[in-house]
């Protein structure tokens, strides 16, 4: 059974939302979690490193999973990538600065955490985070570059699922709903969450736990048969 969980863990965007409940949950199932963040100073705990780096940046992502073995006591056995950015803007609104922003760090953010994890990794599983915004559009957050940024990370999923496969390297990707972590902007209006809750099968929130436990799963060898899988944790959204 404890070949379910990983032991040796990476975790992107540890110190908020569902970062956080990852790594807690990695913690809680007796593994060690190397953090990343812009910021590593939110939380800490037994079992718990956590180190700067912007995920954009290659050198700065490489400097701390050069250190992830000695850190975890082997090699990383999975890396779940939970950083990431959530903006909108109307289309006609939106400046390309902005746009590229949001594609460097949703998109190439992935891509260059992926890069060192294959490096890092002997073997083992590779989460990222996509969202519903890849398959359903938006009216009232309308969100262009969100939306695309999180299409390329299903695009890259499949395509590193592909091209991982023969090193032992699963690649998979989670697509939360709206789950309530400090992200989330709909929560702010309480008649548009009441009216997304009431057509939503689950007819609640997802929390970051719901997301968290998702991850651990495709991350374990409980998963050893799954990649390039878009795993929807969205309380049915995507269904209805
Ligand atoms: P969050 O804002 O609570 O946490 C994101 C974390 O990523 C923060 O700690 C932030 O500092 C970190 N981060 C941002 N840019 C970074 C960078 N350049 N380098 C390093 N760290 C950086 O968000 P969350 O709700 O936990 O979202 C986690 C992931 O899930 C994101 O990829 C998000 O797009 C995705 N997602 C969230 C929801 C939701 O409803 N919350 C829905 C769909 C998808």
């Keep these: 059974i404890e070949r379910l969980f990983p032991r040796r863990v990476i975790v992107t965007g540890a110190m908020s939302g569902i970062g956080r409940a990852t790594a807690q949950m990695v913690l809680d199932t007796g593994g060690r979690v190397l953090g990343v963040d812009l910021d590593d100073s939110a939380w800490s705990?037994?079992?718990?490193?956590?180190?700067?780096?912007?995920?954009?940046?290659?050198?700065?992502?490489?400097?701390?999973?050069?250190?992830?073995?000695?850190?975890?006591g082997g090699a990383p056995d999975a890396v779940i990538h939970c950083a990431g950015i959530y903006r909108f803007k109307s289309l006609l609104d939106l400046p390309l600065d902005e746009w590229e922003r949001i594609m460097r760090v949703n998109g190439t953010g992935s891509?260059?955490?992926?890069?060192?994890?294959?490096?890092?990794?002997?073997?083992?599983?590779?989460?990222?985070?996509?969202?519903?915004?890849?398959?359903?559009?938006?009216?009232?957050?309308?969100?262009?570059?969100?939306?695309?940024?999180?299409?390329?990370?299903?695009?890259?999923?499949?395509?590193?699922?592909?091209?991982?496969?023969?090193?032992?390297?699963?690649?998979?990707?989670?697509?939360?709903?709206?789950?309530?972590?400090?992200?989330?902007?709909?929560?702010?209006?309480?008649a548009s969450t009441a009216a997304m809750l009431a057509a939503l099968p689950a007819r609640r929130l997802g929390t970051a736990d719901d997301v968290a436990a998702a991850c651990l799963f495709l991350a374990g060898e409980g998963a050893g048969y799954i990649t390039g899988a878009v795993l929807p944790v969205d309380g049915g959204y995507l269904a209805s």
Excluded: C, W
């Design 111 to 190: 891509f260059v955490v992926a890069q060192a994890a294959a490096r890092a990794m002997e073997a083992g599983a590779i989460v990222l985070l996509t969202s519903i915004a890849y398959a359903s559009g938006d009216e009232e957050e309308p969100g262009a570059a969100y939306a695309a940024s999180k299409g390329a990370v299903v695009s890259l999923t499949r395509q590193l699922a592909v091209e991982l496969g023969a090193r032992g390297i699963r690649v998979n990707a989670v697509a939360p709903g709206v789950i309530d972590t400090p992200m989330t902007t709909i929560t702010q209006n309480e």
């Design 45 to 72: 705990a037994p079992g718990f490193t956590a180190r700067t780096a912007d995920i954009t940046d290659p050198a700065s992502v490489a400097h701390v999973f050069d250190d992830a073995a000695e850190i975890l």
